[in-house]
């Protein structure tokens, strides 16, 4: 009877091994992209966005600034300071988000719906997409941008690295942390599969 519970134990956490990693791989794998918006978002009067991934429940506002983080250096941030990421499975030239479904609610676009304040960055670098269920996000340099909702609090930065693909975003939209940080599209064509 006890190597059988033993047996069943260790069924269970291996069970949770692959379930957990499924969840990480399903974050490159699936999902189409959206199309290029030509309207940048601009600079103009921030609006709101949905609640910050805090779940305080107040909006944070449509903002993008720059902050300093002191191993990855200057990162993007939202309005409320919560860090923003690039997934290398995304194309910049055109813009696409290849981050639907599971992988969507683990990183949630950020979403452009009006316009964009920026501090720190230029404004010029600021644009939009439209993702497959036909939402906009916000793109910085042509990378759709994402938060990271284990990311608690503002100025955590959790999802630096996660799976070799998901990077915490630089001012010009390049990799925060990774010694060639070049913003252009991956030199594999189709995104890096």
Request: aromatic fraction near 6%.
């Amino acid at each position: 009877m006890r190597s059988n519970s033993r047996t069943n134990r260790i069924a269970v956490l291996a069970a949770s091994g692959i379930a957990a990693a499924a969840l990480v791989a399903g974050c490159g794998s699936s999902g189409s992209g959206g199309t290029a918006a030509s309207t940048p978002a601009g600079s103009g009067a921030a609006s709101t966005a949905p609640a910050s991934p805090s779940g305080s429940g107040s909006p944070a506002p449509a903002a993008l600034k720059t902050a300093t983080d002191p191993k990855l250096g200057t990162i993007v941030t939202d309005g409320a300071g919560f860090t923003l990421y690039r997934f290398d499975q995304d194309t910049a030239q055109p813009p696409m988000s290849h981050c639907d479904g599971n992988c969507a609610s683990l990183w949630p676009p950020v979403p452009a719906d009006g316009s964009v304040t920026v501090k720190g960055i230029d404004s010029k670098l600021v644009g939009t997409v439209t993702r497959a269920d036909g939402s906009k996000q916000i793109t910085l340099n042509g990378w759709p941008a994402y938060r990271y909702a284990p990311d608690a609090k503002p100025g955590e930065t959790k999802g630096q690295g996660v799976g070799g693909v998901w990077f915490a975003l630089t001012p010009a939209g390049g990799k925060a942390g990774v010694a060639s940080s070049a913003p252009s599209a991956p030199a594999t064509p189709g995104g890096g599969y």
